[in-house]
């Protein structure tokens, strides 16, 4: 049966293996899906290992992306935009990298929540390796003004810098979260922040009533981003949707096959 598996530190919280599971259930595909930890200072001996057991491909997540980005001899152009891979093909090839986070992002926001990205106004939070994922995906969808604001402007900046001439122009532009200006259709907390349960100093008044607040980050209750968004009107999301989606996007780059991810996201819920 062909392998498959994900690679983590820590791993053993991972739901990507019965995400996987479903998907290979639901389209009959024949497979096998597993967590690997992977030693900290040992992440590409664990993947060449999972190649030489006959690993078909695999997941990448924290804290592996920036080296799996590295360790790829092949890059998808959405991997290459996002400098950062989370999804792993092994063929003939060698071994290509690709990045689904931003597909999955995308996908939950304008297919699960029903809110297209198309004309609106688009608040990114955070410029770190998560945002950056993000901003080709949504500028595919043609947002009316994507703004992307992190606590050290730098960082922000540069990622304007290298997205302005990929159909950013115009559109995205940078800021601190002090200097975040007016209300937003859309406003995604791509920021670690929630991790130690910190909220991004931004202003209320980005919100207004149905502004969709998505935070990629997930847990048994909600984030403050989310607590914070809800309290002023918005209706909010967390990262399950998006895993879900990622999960998927890789499936159909493995197997060619496009599982379904309603059902899936019920259950995890
Ligand atoms: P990830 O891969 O999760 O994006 P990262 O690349 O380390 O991790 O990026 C973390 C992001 O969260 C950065 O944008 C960081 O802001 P800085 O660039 O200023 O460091 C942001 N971040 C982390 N903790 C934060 C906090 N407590 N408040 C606001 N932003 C925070």
Redesign the pocket.
């Known amino acids: 049966m062909d392998k498959y598996c994900v690679f983590g530190n820590p791993i053993a919280h991972s739901k990507s293996p019965d995400i996987h599971a479903a998907f290979a259930a639901a389209t009959g595909q024949q497979l096998t899906y597993e967590k690997r930890l992977a030693p900290l200072d040992a992440f590409a001996q664990a993947v060449q290992a999972f190649i030489a057991e006959g690993g078909r491909g695999a997941n990448v997540t924290?804290p592996f992306?920036l080296e799996a980005y590295r360790l790829a001899n092949a890059l998808t152009v959405r991997a290459q935009a996002a400098g950062?891979v989370n999804t792993l093909l092994f063929d003939e090839h060698g071994i290509t990298g690709d990045n689904t986070d931003g597909a999955g992002l995308v996908a939950d926001i304008t297919a699960n929540a029903g809110v297209p990205i198309a004309g609106k106004r688009v608040l990114l939070?955070?410029?770190?390796?998560?945002?950056?994922g993000a901003v080709l995906p949504i500028l595919e969808h043609r947002p009316a003004a994507l703004v992307i604001a992190?606590?050290?402007v730098a960082?922000a900046e540069a990622l304007v810098q290298q997205f302005a001439p990929l159909g950013g122009e115009g559109v995205v532009s940078a800021c601190g979260?002090a200097g975040i200006d007016g209300r937003f259709d859309i406003v995604i907390n791509?920021?670690?922040?929630s991790l130690?349960a910190?909220l991004?100093p931004i202003p209320a008044s980005v919100f207004r009533e149905g502004t969709l607040a998505l935070d990629m980050m997930y847990g048994k209750e909600p984030t403050v981003f989310m607590q914070f968004a809800a309290a002023h009107g918005a209706i909010v999301r967390d990262g399950l949707g998006m895993l879900v989606e990622q999960a998927a996007e890789a499936f159909h780059g493995w197997r060619g096959v496009r599982p379904a991810t309603a059902e899936v996201l019920a259950k995890l819920r």
């Not at 939070?125 to 950056?132: D, K, N, P, T, V």
């Not at 791509?190 to 922040?193: E, K, L, R």
């Open positions: 924290v992306k950062a939070l955070g410029a770190g390796g998560a945002a950056r992190n606590r050290t960082t979260f791509a920021t670690s922040a130690q910190d991004p």
